[in-house]
């Protein structure tokens, strides 16, 4: 099964968990009308197949996910996340490599809700961490019953807007040792992984903040942007904190994306219309973040999703459905990962 068979409308992508040239100047005062479109860059590893979510380390480091079945883990593989490093002087990345069994799942002939699906990779600024989301623990479908949704620790039974079934995931984290290998991925213990939707993990810059999105009581509405210090990396995590209406509204706000160098946070909105498009908000200087505005890299009706600045914060790279810039023979509704300048 393949990412993208169905319209992501308005009604599924609010219930959902699953979701991720000319220079932009981010003020203060932005207004949040749309400006010129800059010059958007296709993905170098697009495919006729979908990719979306990526992410970077200082170093280059660059983290992926596609659904390309031709380097996959397994047949019938739902998405894998795959590395490449990323020159950002000359704005080339070295040959694309999935990460393999391990960090990526394969699908279990047991359990239709354990399909392989590995996806919202996201590297720690040092190159140390990587944090995803799997569904490699999903109960089987007769065990998922509505109410666990609330489960405290259970994997979320919620909508699906890839394919209108259940989605079953967790948060992972994975640790980089010392001679480069990555630990077996394990589930980001409570208050982090609740059984809320909780989804596109990702660490602040001052490496002791966890922020990621999640449907638990307490936001605005719909899906927020929770934040929570760390105690110690994947073993313990304090209170999650709403990161409040500069961010959050009653629609769906969700992967935060903090800028290597100003602080700025990009991140993805589902308004009340069901657009799909990438804020940016900006720190208040009281610890929190001042009304977002919408990005000139958004087009109408293209679900902009997903945002991940490059080293240096020069380069934003995002997914989105642009069937004007797809590569010949894509699939319909076939997202891809594009990238453009934005002056911070």
Not at 100 to 115: C, E, F, H, Y
Not at 195 to 218: N, Q, Y
């Amino acid at each position: 099964m393949l990412v993208a068979k169905l319209v992501p409308s308005p009604q599924l992508l609010l219930a959902a968990a699953a979701l991720c040239g000319t220079a932009i100047t981010l003020g203060a005062h932005a207004s949040s009308v749309r400006a010129p479109v800059p010059v958007i860059t296709p993905f170098p590893f697009n495919t006729i197949k979908t990719e979306q979510e990526m992410a970077f380390a200082d170093d280059g480091t660059m983290v992926f996910c596609s659904a390309n079945p031709d380097t996959a883990v397994a047949a019938d593989d739902e998405l894998d996340i795959y590395t490449s490093q990323y020159n950002a002087v000359t704005r080339t990345f070295s040959e694309a490599v999935n990460m393999g069994l391990g960090i990526n799942s394969a699908p279990d002939p047991t359990n239709p809700l354990r399909n392989g699906l590995d996806i919202e990779p996201y590297i720690s600024p040092d190159g140390n961490r990587l944090y995803f989301r799997s569904n490699r623990l999903a109960p089987t479908p007769d065990a998922c019953a509505p109410s666990a949704l609330l489960a405290p620790l259970g994997p979320t039974c919620v909508p699906n807007f890839h394919t209108g079934g259940l989605d079953t995931t967790l948060l992972f984290l994975s640790v980089k040792g010392a001679d480069g290998t990555w630990s077996t991925p394990e589930p980001l213990p409570a208050p982090i992984n609740t059984g809320s939707g909780e989804h596109c993990v990702m660490e602040l810059r001052d490496g002791e903040t966890l922020c990621f999105s999640s449907l638990r009581p307490g936001g605005f509405g719909g899906m927020d942007v929770w934040c929570a210090p760390v105690l110690e990396h994947g073993k313990a995590y304090g209170t999650p904190v709403n990161v409040g209406p500069g961010v959050n509204t009653a629609g769906m706000e969700f992967h935060f994306a903090q800028h290597p160098t100003n602080g700025h946070v990009s991140f993805t909105r589902i308004d009340a219309t069901g657009e799909t498009d990438i804020w940016n908000a900006q720190p208040d200087g009281e610890g929190g973040w001042l009304p977002a505005t919408r990005l000139a890299i958004n087009t109408p009706g293209a679900m902009d999703a997903c945002p991940a600045w490059a080293p240096g914060g020069k380069t934003l790279f995002w997914f989105s459905m642009r069937a004007d810039l797809s590569i010949p023979g894509a699939e319909p509704l076939t997202m891809d990962i594009f990238s453009a300048d934005v002056t911070p």
